[in-house]
């Protein structure tokens, strides 16, 4: 069973002006890995506090992954990937790399997702975007590579390409 926490980057939400509808879906999805989450936090969109809710969760909580919704994009408050890579000690590209491909068959605005995927320590981060909408289709597409990804995190010695 894998520890998940999910970071919902909102300055509405964080102020309880805007109910968050994505950290729900991303609790819901997560389900099947199988997953529980066992942390969850809605924080402005200041790249401080996210850097800091990164490390806790990761160094302090040790849960195996990070999911963040929110904050992705090119508006100046938009800070998620910066303080994601901040705090990330190898990055994982494949995951945005995936997630940005599939988007793009859905809309040519996915070309401006900043969304980033990496380690820190045992832990797996990943960037998701806001919308309930944009965290479905971007958490279905990584979802069937996680289990194995997080295995190998955590010391899994089995060879990648026996099945």
Sequence with gaps: MFKVAILT???????????DSSGPLIE???KDLPARVT???IIP??????TSALIKCAD???VDLILTTGGTGLSPRDVTPDATLEVMEKEVPGFSEAMRAESLKKTPHAMIS???????GSSLI?????SPKGVRENLS???PALPHALSKLKGDPSECGQM
């Design 9 to 19: 980057i909102s300055d509405k939400g964080s102020k309880g002006e805007r109910e």
């Design 28 to 30: 819901e999805m997560v």
């Design 39 to 41: 942390h969850y936090e």
């Design 45 to 50: 969109d200041e790249k401080e506090q996210i």
């Design 60 to 62: 302090s909580l040790k």
């Design 114 to 120: 900043r969304a980033v995927a990496g380690t820190r």
């Design 126 to 130: 990943v960037n998701l975007p806001g």
């Design 141 to 143: 597409v990584i979802l």
